[in-house]
């Protein structure tokens, strides 16, 4: 399993977060029968950036909270490899501010904005609602396993 985390801000702090994605990403192996070797990248954003992402790649004008690119959108790719999954752009600004109002710790919201990328990384999305439902669940199942016994 590779697990690369990138910081494109100045918040250096969060690269520790990496030792808990590799649970997370652990347990969806387990949840998600995923392949043994998996390669997820993450990278660090702020609200600025994935602003400009998010108009950029999605033509929607504003900040987002994550953003997933699936490695398997562009299968005709040349250099396509299945186990590369793809990237994760969380935006830290974002995280911070929806952890004060979730009223839980920022672990916490960084360790879901993970989940919920790698989910969308999975072919998972939340365009109807039994979509959002199974998505949910499969959030829940991934993610008690780590961040519910301290938050």
């Given at each position: 399993m590779a697990l690369n985390v990138y910081n494109q801000t100045d918040?250096?702090?969060y690269l520790k977060y990496k030792e808990y994605f590799r649970e997370i990403?652990?347990?969806?192996?387990?949840v998600l029968d995923l392949p043994k070797r998996v390669a997820v990248s993450v990278i660090f954003v702020n609200d600025e950036q994935i602003h400009q992402i998010n108009r950029d790649y999605r033509n929607i004008d504003r900040p987002t909270d994550v953003i997933?690119?699936?490695?398997a959108d562009n299968k005709d790719e040349i250099d396509y490899i299945p186990e590369e999954l793809g990237d994760i752009f969380i935006n830290i600004?974002?995280?911070?501010?929806?952890?004060?109002?979730?009223?839980?710790?920022?672990?916490?919201?960084?360790?879901?904005?993970?989940?919920?990328?790698?989910?969308?990384?999975?072919?998972?999305?939340h365009q109807t609602?039994?979509?959002?439902?199974?998505?949910?669940?499969?959030?829940?199942?991934?993610?008690?396993?780590?961040v519910g016994q301290d938050d």
């Open positions: 918040y250096r702090g990403l652990n347990n969806a192996r387990e997933s690119f699936a490695l600004d974002a995280a911070r501010r929806q952890a004060v109002d979730y009223q839980h710790s920022e672990k916490r919201e960084i360790c879901f904005l993970f989940t919920h990328g790698l989910l969308h990384l999975n072919g998972f999305d609602k039994e979509e959002e439902q199974e998505m949910i669940r499969y959030q829940k199942l991934i993610l008690d396993k780590l």
